[in-house]
């Protein structure tokens, strides 16, 4: 099962993008790629997921390069509500073992 | 309407007791998963039911287990509680193949 490497923090402000990268060098084939984000003292929300070049919804967006060893989630025009822990996961949707390795995310911190 | 619920939302209790923690889920999903949070915020699956049959068994102590009575509940009995299970423990439901889990609000448990 591939694992994920993110950066463990990160600040910006109201109104900025914010790109949180994360690292998955052992992706298998047919993974995909998934982000979910925490706030305290709820369980993760799912935000969105691809499995090469680019995917956007009305909440982000994500870039996959070719070689998908690495991928980039979007937050456009953060507000302080983003202030969250965000988890890069890669994994097989369809497989009947569906199971993912959550990494300890990224803490996002949005200042006025 | 919540789509996943769990019950209690918190819970304290003595070292050595037997407790269990329930899951509900009315999205029609065909799998529901229980996942533990420590400290450290790292997030842990521990079990993965599919249509009342276990799929996933991490390696957690047999004092840990999942029952399902249907496809909508997946609940989670621990039998003599230590310290170290002090966690938040997170049910999550989704239908195989569409790679997007939803949480529940998780369960403090404290065990003193």
């Known amino acids: 099962l591939a694992k994920t490497t993110q950066p463990i923090s990160m600040d910006s402000y109201e109104g900025q993008e914010v790109n949180i990268t994360c690292s998955h060098n052992?992706?298998?084939?047919?993974?995909?790629i998934t982000w979910y984000q925490q706030f305290p003292s709820q369980g993760p929300r799912f935000i969105i997921q691809?499995?090469?070049?680019?995917v956007t919804n009305e909440v982000a967006s994500l870039f996959i390069p070719a070689d998908r060893k690495s991928s980039t989630l979007s937050l456009p025009r953060v507000s302080l509500s983003d202030t969250a822990v965000y988890y890069c996961?890669?994994?097989?949707?369809?497989?009947?073992?569906?199971?993912?390795?959550w990494g300890a995310g990224t803490k996002l911190i949005i200042k006025p | 309407d919540t789509a996943v619920s769990q019950t209690p939302k918190y819970l304290v209790t003595q070292m050595g007791n037997d407790k269990s923690i329930k899951c509900e889920q009315n999205?029609?999903?065909?799998?529901m998963y229980w996942y533990k949070q420590d400290s450290k915020k790292f997030l842990k699956i521990m079990f993965s039911?599919?249509?009342?049959?276990?799929?996933i068994n991490e390696t957690v102590p047999n004092r840990f287990s999942p029952k399902s009575p249907d496809k909508a509940h997946l609940n989670l009995h621990i039998n003599s509680l230590e310290l170290g299970d002090s966690a938040v423990y997170f049910c999550?439901?989704?239908?195989?193949?569409?790679?997007?889990?939803?949480f529940g609000e998780g369960s403090r448990l404290t065990v003193l």
């Open positions: 999205l029609g999903h065909d799998t």
């Open positions: 691809g499995y090469k070049t680019k």
């Open positions: 039911y599919n249509n009342k049959e276990l799929i």
């Open positions: 996961l890669v994994g097989l949707p369809m497989d009947s073992n569906y199971q993912l390795i």
């Open positions: 999550a439901s989704t239908s195989r193949g569409t790679g997007e889990l939803f």
């Open positions: 052992n992706i298998a084939t047919n993974d995909y």
